[in-house]
Each structure stands twice: as C-alpha cells, then as structure tokens.
C-alpha cells in the first residue's frame, strides 16, 4: 500500500467505501490538506482565529486571575466560533468529529500560519 495513500476504512455493514471526507489518514502531513479544503472559506478561518485567540486569552486569564474557570471558556470559546463557520460558511460537519487530535493540531498549525500571513489574499 501506498504510504501517502489513506488506509482503507469501509464503513461497517457499509459498501466498503466512505465519503471522501470520511476516510482516514496515515500521517499528519497527510490529514493536513484535506483540513484546508474544510477551511477553504476565508470567512471560516477567521472564525477560526478569533476562536483560537479567544482560547490563548482565557488561558492567560486563567493564569493572571488564578480562576479555573476560564479553562472552561477555552474550549467553549475555540469551538464555539469554529463550528459557527463551518456551520454559516463552510457548511460542512467539522473535523474535529471525525479526526480529533489531527483536527486540534491543524487548527494550531493553521493559526500559526495565519500569524505568519500565509493566508493573505
């Protein structure tokens, strides 16, 4: 089998073929384009962004306050405005749901990248 190519993964009691956006992914360096093409919408990343800021800012209040509870607004936060983009923008059904730890990392990436301009029109 080719190792850039995603590894079979047929749907139980299925037809032994997924949606292309239901497949899975061999490596990282694999998952990563395909989470762009979820993201290709300028609008969806910048829900993105002010998601994962917001998340960087209730971390940094959580120090700064010694209150836990902006933890809890983290994810609320970082998800929230995600899933409201791909939801009004992107329509799609997030990553997240189907690649998790991939997602949370290509979500970073994507900021860090965004930081950097890489994403300017």
């Not at 829900?47 to 209150?67: D, E, P, R, S, Y």
């Not at 749901?97 to 290509?106: D, G, I, K, T």
């Amino acid at each position: 089998m080719d190792a850039r190519a995603p590894h079979p993964d047929p749907v139980p009691g299925g037809d032994g073929k997924r949606a292309p956006n239901e497949r899975c992914f061999a490596s990282f360096r694999e998952f990563y384009p395909f989470y762009l093409s979820e993201h290709a919408d300028p609008r969806c990343r910048c829900m993105h962004f002010v998601g994962t800021t917001l998340v960087l800012v209730a971390i940094a209040l959580a120090l700064a306050t010694k209150n836990a509870w902006w933890l809890a607004a983290a994810p609320i936060a970082g998800y929230g405005f995600a899933w409201l983009g791909h939801l009004a923008f992107e329509h799609n059904r997030p990553a997240t749901f189907r690649h998790p730890v991939y997602s949370l990392l290509a979500d970073w990436v994507m900021y860090a990248r965004m930081l950097a301009g890489f994403f300017r029109r």
